[in-house]
C-alpha cells in the first residue's frame, strides 16, 4: 500500500492509479460449485477506463472500504450465463469463497480486464483497500499486490515515466533501508499495456502476418504472370483496337478492369468463404491469444480483405496492361498472326516475376521448416516426468474475508485437509499413487502466485554479489515424484513426518544445484526464502533431476520443493497414477473431494499428456499454419514456372519444329526447355536462401534448440523446391520433345 501510494502522489506522472491483483475464486451457493476469474481493484479502476455499465452502477468513491467491499460487478457473459440475462440481477446476492457481495452493476458485452488474467476474462470485479482483513496491516515489506494499471499524464511518454519510476525507486530505497536491502534489488517497471497484453503472442502473430503477406505477393506474381500470357496472345487485338483509334490509355484502362474483376471476385469468394469457416477457424487457435473470443469479421476487416483484393488486382495487372499497351502496332499485327509475339522484354519480365516468386516460397519454407524443426524438438524434449497415465485436476481452496470463518487459515488446518484429500484419492478404484502439487508440470506460473518466484538466502556460502539467488518454490506432498516417476538422484524424498513441527526440509533439482552449489554437495546445506532472517531455515535433504515446471520450451530455472505439510498453499493441483482415462475419472474426483468439502470447485481436469499438448498449442498453430501456407506457396511456385514453360513451349512449336527438322534430337529439345526452368529455379531458391538468411533472426524468440540458420533447413528446403521445379519444368520439356515438325511447320 505504501508504494500505490508513492505512484499516486510521489511519482506525479499519473493522472489515475489503481491497483489490478488478478486471481480466481470459488462461486457457491449456487446448483455446484464453479471457479470464477476474479480481479480485486480500487474504486476508481472503471472511471480511469472510461468504463459504463450495461445494468446498475460501476464502483465509485462510495465503495471504499479499507478491506473487501461487499459490492461485486460482473461481465455480460456471467449474467447470461448464470442468471439468464435477467434485468432484475441488480441487488441480488452472490456468494464468493463464502463471503455475501451485492451485485451492483453488470458491464457491457464489449468491456474486458485490458491486463493479463489467470487462465479467461475476467467474470467478476471487486474493490477493496487492501489494509484490513484478509490482507495484512499496510507495510512496505508486506507486498501482496502483483501490479498496478495507470493513466499517464498527457504529453508524458512512456520513456519518461520509466525515467522518473527509475529514480522514484532509488530515492524510496535511501529513504526506507530497511524495507529495501542492496541485495533485494528491488525497482519498479512500467510496461505499455498493449505491451502487456500482447507481448508473448506478438512474435508469432507477426509471423503468421509476414506468412500472408508472402502468400499474397506469391498469389500475385503468378496472376500477373498469367494476365502477361494472356496480354501476349491478345497483341494482335490490341493491335487492332490500336489502328481502329483506341488511344493507349484506353487500352490499358481495359485491362485493368479485368485484372480488378478477376481480384474483386477472388477476394469476394475468399470473404465469403471466411465467413462460412470463420468458427472452425477459431477453434483451431491456440486458446492463450488475448481476446481470443472476440475475434469476427466485421466492416473494417471486409473493408480491408476488399482493398488488398483491389490494390493487388490494379499492382499487378498494371505491368500486363503496360507491356500491352507499348507492343508496336506494325510488329504486333504481323507477329500476332503466327502467336509469337512475346517480345524480349516481356519474356524478361516473365523470369523475373517467377524469380521473385521462387524466392518468396524460399523464404516462406525456410520459416516454416524452422518452426517444424522448433515444434519437433519440444514434441521429443523430455519433461522430466512420465506423463503417460497421469491425470491431474486444480481446485483452490476459499479464502474468506473473516480469518474466523476461514476453515482452511491455519498450516494445521490445510495439513488436515490435504491428507483426507489424498487418502481419498488412494480409494478410489484404478488409482495406484495420489498427490499434491501448488504448480503443476509445464503450465505458466499463476498469476496469483507472485510469491512463487522467490529471493534465496543461502547460508556457508562464498557471498557472490552478481549472482541473482531466486527460485520458484513448489510445495508437493510426499509421494510426487513417484506420481510422476521423476527419479531422485541423491538424498532422500519427503515423508508424511516431514510436516509443522519439525525440521523444515527442501529437495532441489539439478539446476539449482549446478547454479548455487557448482562445486560443492548441496546435501545438508541451509537455505531460506527471503532476506527475512525470520524466514525457516531450510536443510537440503534431496537432489531431483529437472522437471520442465514453466514448459517444455523453458530451461534452467531453478526450483525448490518443500513439503506441502510445512507451508500454506491454497491453490493445489491433484496428480494421480492411474490407467483410467480423465473422462472416468471426473465425476469421482467431483464426488470425493465434494464429500470432504461440497463448496470447492474441481476443474481442468485432464491426462499430463492433454497438459502437455496445452502448453504447445501455441506453437503447434504457428508451425502448422505457416507449414500450410509453404505447401501452398510451393504448389504455387511450381505452378507458375510450369505455365511460363509450358506457355514458352506453345509460344515457340515452330521454332522447335524448325530446330528438329534441320537434325536437332529430342534430348537437345529437352536440354533447351529444361534448362530454362532450371536457370530460373536456381537464381530464384539463391534469392529467397539470402533474403531468408538476413532475416532468419527475427524469428529467435519463436524457436526453441534450433539455430535460425539452421543447417538442415537452409539445405532441405533448397532442395525440395529445385526438385519440384526440375519435376515441374520437365513436364512442358517432354512435350516439347513430342513436337512434329511437319505439323509445326504446316501449322506455322
Not at 490494379?314 to 504486333?332: H, R, T, Y
Amino acid at each position: 500500500m505504501p508504494e500505490l501510494d508513492d505512484l499516486r502522489t510521489r511519482a506525479g506522472i499519473f493522472t489515475d492509479v489503481s491497483t489490478v491483483a488478478s486471481n480466481s475464486v470459488n462461486l457457491t451457493g449456487a446448483d455446484h460449485p464453479e471457479r470464477l476469474e476474479f480481479l480485486v481493484t480500487h474504486p476508481n479502476y472503471f472511471s480511469m477506463l472510461g468504463a459504463t455499465p450495461q445494468l446498475g452502477r460501476l464502483f465509485g468513491l462510495q465503495d471504499f472500504a479499507l478491506g473487501f467491499a461487499p459490492v461485486v460487478v460482473i461481465s455480460d457473459g456471467l449474467w447470461r450465463r448464470a442468471y439468464g440475462a435477467d434485468r432484475n440481477v441488480i441487488g441480488r446476492t452472490v456468494r464468493l469463497d463464502g463471503d455475501p457481495y451485492t451485485i451492483v452493476g453488470v458491464l457491457r458485452p464489449e468491456f474486458r480486464h485490458p491486463g493479463a488474467t489467470v487462465s479467461r476474462n475476467v467474470e467478476v470485479f471487486n474493490t477493496a483497500g487492501f489494509s484490513a482483513d484478509p490482507a495484512p496491516p499496510p507495510a512496505r515489506s508486506m507486498r501482496i499486490m502483483p501490479g498496478a494499471i495507470g493513466r499517464l499524464k498527457l504529453g508524458i511518454t512512456v520513456e519518461q515515466a520509466e525515467g522518473r519510476l527509475t529514480a522514484m525507486a532509488t530515492e524510496i530505497r535511501h529513504d526506507y533501508p530497511t524495507d529495501y536491502s542492496a541485495q533485494a534489488k528491488w525497482t519498479i517497471e512500467i510496461q505499455p499495456l498493449q505491451e502487456a497484453l500482447v507481448g508473448n503472442v506478438r512474435p508469432m502473430l507477426l509471423v503468421l502476418l509476414g506468412a500472408v503477406i508472402l502468400i499474397v505477393f506469391i498469389v500475385s506474381l503468378n496472376i500477373a504472370n498469367l494476365l502477361l500470357a494472356r496480354a501476349s496472345g491478345r497483341q494482335q487485338e490490341m493491335a487492332v483496337r490500336c489502328a481502329l483509334g483506341a488511344t493507349r490509355g484506353r487500352m490499358i484502362r481495359q485491362m485493368l478492369a479485368e485484372s480488378m474483376l478477376l481480384s474483386v471476385l477472388g477476394g469476394a469468394g475468399g470473404i465469403l468463404t471466411t465467413i462460412g469457416a470463420i468458427g472452425f477457424i477459431l477453434r483451431l487457435v491456440p486458446s492463450n491469444i488475448p481476446r481470443l473470443n472476440e475475434v469476427r469479421i466485421d466492416w473494417v476487416v471486409l473493408a480491408f480483405a476488399m482493398a488488398i483484393s483491389v490494390l493487388t488486382g490494379l499492382a499487378f495487372g498494371l505491368a500486363p496492361a503496360l507491356q500491352s499497351a507499348k507492343s508496336a502496332l506494325s510488329s504486333a499485327i504481323r507477329e500476332g498472326g503466327r502467336g509469337s509475339g512475346s517480345s524480349a522484354r516481356t519474356g524478361r519480365l516473365r523470369d523475373a516475376l517467377i524469380v521473385s516468386e521462387l524466392a518468396f516460397a524460399v523464404v516462406l519454407m525456410v520459416a516454416a521448416g524452422l518452426l517444424l524443426r522448433t515444434l519437433r524438438g519440444l514434441l521429443q524434449e523430455d519433461p522430466g516426468f512420465n506423463p503417460t497415465q497421469v491425470v491431474a485436476a486444480d481446485l483452490s481452496l476459499p479464502e474468506p474475508n473473516d480469518p474466523k470463518a476461514d476453515p482452511y487459515l491455519s498450516l494445521a488446518q490445510q495439513s488436515s485437509f490435504n491428507r483426507e484429500l489424498l487418502r481419498r484419492m488412494r480409494t478410489i478404484p484404478g488409482v495406484e499413487l495420489a498427490a499434491i502439487t501448488s504448480a503443476l508440470p509445464t503450465t505458466d506460473l499463476r498469476l496469483s502466485d507472485a510469491e512463487g518466484i522467490n529471493a534465496l538466502a543461502i547460508e556457508d556460502r562464498p557471498a557472490q554479489s552478481s549472482l541473482d539467488l531466486r527460485a520458484e518454490r513448489i510445495r508437493i506432498s510426499p509421494d510426487y515424484f513417484k506420481v510422476m516417476q521423476s527419479p531422485l538422484l541423491r538424498g532422500r524424498l519427503f515423508t508424511d513426518g516431514d510436516e509443522d513441527g519439525k525440521q523444515p526440509v527442501a529437495i532441489i533439482d539439478e539446476t539449482t544445484a549446478r547454479k548455487y552449489w557448482p562445486n560443492r554437495d548441496p546435501l545438508g546445506h541451509i537455505l531460506r526464502f527471503g532476506q527475512n532472517t525470520t524466514q525457516a531455515r531450510m536443510t537440503v535433504v534431496g537432489i531431483v533431476r529437472d522437471i520442465k515446471n514453466d514448459g517444455l520450451d523453458i530451461a534452467g530455472v531453478p526450483h525448490i520443493y518443500v513439503p506441502i505439510y510445512q507451508s500454506l498453499d491454497r491453490d493445489l493441483s491433484i496428480v494421480v497414477r492411474t490407467p483410467l482415462p480423465a473422462t472416468i475419472l471426473e465425476p469421482r474426483f467431483r464426488r470425493e473431494i465434494q464429500s470432504i468439502d461440497p463448496d470447492l470447485p474441481v476443474f481442468n481436469i485432464s491426462s499430463m499428456n492433454d497438459v502437455l499438448d496445452r502448453s504447445l498449442a501455441a506453437r503447434r498453430f504457428s508451425a502448422e499454419l505457416v507449414g500450410g501456407f509453404a505447401g501452398v506457396a510451393l504448389i504455387l511456385a511450381s505452378i507458375g514456372i510450369y505455365g511460363l514453360l509450358a506457355y514458352m513451349v506453345g509460344q515457340r512449336s515452330r521454332e522447335i519444329g524448325i530446330r528438329m527438322a534441320l537434325g536437332a534430337r529430342r534430348w537437345d529439345v529437352l536440354k533447351l526447355i529444361l534448362g530454362k526452368g532450371v536457370v530460373l529455379a536456381s537464381v530464384g531458391i539463391i534469392a529467397g536462401a539470402i533474403v531468408s538468411s538476413a532475416t532468419a533472426s527475427m524469428m529467435a524468440s519463436l524457436l526453441y534448440g534450433v539455430h535460425p540458420h539452421d543447417l538442415g533447413v537452409f539445405l532441405a528446403v533448397p532442395l525440395l523446391l529445385f526438385s519440384v521445379a526440375v519435376l515441374a519444368s520437365y513436364l512442358p520439356a517432354r512435350r516439347a520433345t513430342k513436337v512434329d515438325p511437319i505439323i509445326a511447320l504446316r501449322e506455322a
